[in-house]
DNA sequence: CTGTTAGCGCGTTCAC
DNA sequence: GTGAACGCGCTAACAG
């Protein structure tokens, strides 16, 4: 026999909807603390769960939030792992779950008609798809990791301030030349991260007056190509890299080429992301706060779905830190 | 306006029941073949879609299954991320969707009371909250990378093939003196492929005839006291590592004390997984078919769900690959 | 402060 | 082969 709110209504010899409240928190109705307690004590007596589907169905809200906008990625997820993490969990903190999208570019057709109360979107410009479900239905979106020209309330790390912290900590070691070594993949290329590191690198050089290297691209194609040209005809005694990947590239090619770091050169990156801690010598990183990201974009949108603000979108920039390990020697 | 059965049916000029009929291919009843085309052409050009909640409040499916038994990691998924991508996108093409449950122990309570229709249990033994939300949903569950004692079907790796491929590759290679390196997280201690892989490890050596050493342990607690032991008390010219984190632990410890792979001692692992073929030198490793016992999974748990299996619980297990690469020599 | 009533959008009987 | 009616379990709206 299922248990349902009517059986525990008939058991605490209240109505249904007095139960319904209770379970609900319902704050613009007043229950006597006796009836509430009652009921509480018999739903966790008898373990009683409301149904989903029914819940859903009458209020036509469903309590799932959509994780979309993740790019197919050759690799491992990295950064994102620890930013979906933090979303789930706070999200769940608040009573919500949430499906990732492992599908491509619009909310998951086969989704099956779930009616989902928002949307994260990884991706700083939701495809068409997903604006359409969004507008359709109605419902708030965050962008994490990216910005969306205030069309959404969106969170990204403070990359800006964050590549001025890494140059300046280079600066500070003596660094005059220093090459960047870009993303290394195409899928990437809308990314705003990859166009601001870039752009406020190259400001940063024009800054301080120091030289702007030919072996800097935004892309990087060729790790072992490039450190070659970096070091033997740009004698560069720094590379700042763009992310893990790019690091862990230039990390190989150093090897492949039999440069030590930080010996013949220093190597800083972007994320704290497995493995650089673990190689020898550690990187020296800029670390994104994925999980604290992945949380305030959860909160955020709760505020947003319980409809506790509805102003215009906001964009939420978070500080990096500099995680000084070994790869990184003053000259 | 919302769209739904019922405006279909009016539009098409028949009946809701002939509309849920044709878009469920209920075997049943048998619809004309005029009408059937009508109603589809309709669907189609009006994007409707049917809900999610009413369908699954009045059918009691879900067409949902949550993904489960995913330890709280410190370090990145590794092959999880193939498997559930593997399993995820399998589901989908058979029209279910998968929550990955990011909460530890049982089905997550919060979830709401959602009816999932199966189960893929990451955990060889699913805890109590799984197993009985298992029994009192009665539905299936496969196990995924792990065996279940025929309680439920699984699908795992051939680690005991796997273990005397490379073995036997070392083997052939004159090495004769290796040791093993296990694994380095206390959470995986009871994954039947900790035990699996040494004992079977400890097995060749016996048939073999080949010395058992004194530093192979199920567990490695400090890889650089470790290799030293290893290569300097021991004299071996092998390590097989229990998995890519030993694996990098074992390369990372070689860098430290400044023995060189594989000129000094050559390397072998478990898992095909990033980083582990960007190293200097590439890892040689056995690699688990991850995705494709992902979908294996998947597949059997979609048989279970429309009943088309029923039977005793059966155990696959894949083979795995070796990948040979840099990180072992000939002596 | 609490109970009653009326559906939410489907799928499943039954009749026809 | 098709339509009408009912109800899944819950919550919103309205009484009281």
Redesign the interface.
């Known amino acids: 026999m299922k248990l349902t709110l009517k059986g525990i209504a008939r058991e605490c010899g209240v109505s249904p909807a007095t139960v319904s409240r209770v379970l609900r928190n319902d704050e613009s109705f007043r229950v006597s603390p006796e009836i509430r307690e009652k009921v509480l004590e018999t739903v966790r007596r008898t373990g009683y769960?409301?149904?989903?589907?029914?819940?859903?169905?009458r209020s036509s809200k469903?309590?799932m939030v959509c994780i979309c906008g993740l790019k197919s990625m050759p690799?491992?997820?990295?950064v994102y792992?620890s930013m979906i993490?933090g979303t789930?969990?706070e999200l769940?903190s608040h009573?919500y779950?949430a499906?990732?999208d492992?599908?491509s570019n619009s909310v998951?057709?086969?989704?099956?008609?779930?009616?989902f109360d928002g949307i994260i979107s990884l991706d700083s410009d939701p495809s068409e798809g997903v604006q359409s479900y969004i507008r359709r239905n109605d419902i708030p979106c965050v962008v994490l990791s990216g910005s969306s020209e205030k069309k959404f309330d969106s969170v990204s790390a403070d990359d800006p301030a964050a590549l001025a912290t890494a140059m300046d900590f280079l600066y500070s070691r003596g660094h005059r030349r220093v090459a960047y070594a870009g993303t290394m993949f195409d899928h990437q290329q809308d990314h705003i991260c990859v166009e601001e590191r870039f752009e406020c690198f190259n400001k940063y050089l024009l800054n301080k007056n120091m030289d702007r290297l030919d072996v800097s691209r935004k892309t990087l194609y060729d790790a072992v190509e490039f450190l070659h040209g970096a070091i033997v005809r740009e004698k560069v005694s720094a590379v700042l890299a763009f992310d893990h990947f790019s690091g862990?590239?230039v990390y190989?090619a150093a090897?492949?080429l039999g440069f030590k770091i930080p010996e013949d050169f220093s190597l800083i990156s972007f994320n704290d992301?497995?493995?650089v801690a673990?190689?020898?010598p550690a990187f020296t990183v800029m670390a994104v706060p994925a999980e604290e990201m992945g949380k305030l974009a959860a909160r955020r949108l709760v505020l947003r779905m319980k409809g506790e603000i509805s102003g215009a979108a906001e964009e939420f920039r978070l500080t990096e830190s500099l995680i000084v390990r070994d790869s990184v020697k003053s000259i």
């Not at 998951?108 to 009616?115: D, L, Q």
Request: charged share 20%; glycine share 6%; no cysteine.
């Open positions: 769960q409301p149904d989903f589907a029914a819940r859903s169905l469903s309590r690799h491992p997820l990295g792992s993490d789930v969990s769940q009573g779950e499906l990732l492992f599908s998951n057709e086969s989704a099956y008609g779930m009616k862990l590239e190989r090897m492949l992301v497995y493995p673990r190689l020898v």
